[in-house]
């Protein structure tokens, strides 16, 4: 439980998320930001066919400590061509 609260006090990260990050593994905001959104994204993927270019951009929004909106507009172009190329 203690693991669930310390994630949702992170930004973007809900109690579902939070959940689904801890079944794949990732179970503190720290284990988050050396993993990195791009390999929790995949990771989740594992777990979640329906993981959207949205929760990628929440992951990195929690690694960068910001809401996800309010990310650099190129890191959220990286992001998509990620996200399409994990799609192929």
């Known amino acids: 439980m203690d693991q669930l609260i310390k994630l949702t006090e992170m930004p973007n990260i809900g109690k579902v998320v939070a959940e689904k990050l801890i079944q794949v593994g990732i179970t503190t905001p720290e284990e988050l930001k050396a993993v990195g959104s791009e390999q929790a994204f995949i990771r989740l993927q594992t777990i979640d066919e329906t993981a959207c270019l949205s929760m990628l951009q929440a992951l990195e929004g929690a690694v ?15 992001l ?7 799609r192929m």
Do not use: A, I, S
Not at 64 to 78: A, I, S
Not at 80 to 86: A, G, L, S, V
């Open 80 to 86: 998509m061509e990620f996200f399409r190329m994990r």
């Open 64 to 78: 960068q400590g910001m809401r996800w909106h309010n990310l650099p507009r190129e890191r959220k172009e990286e």
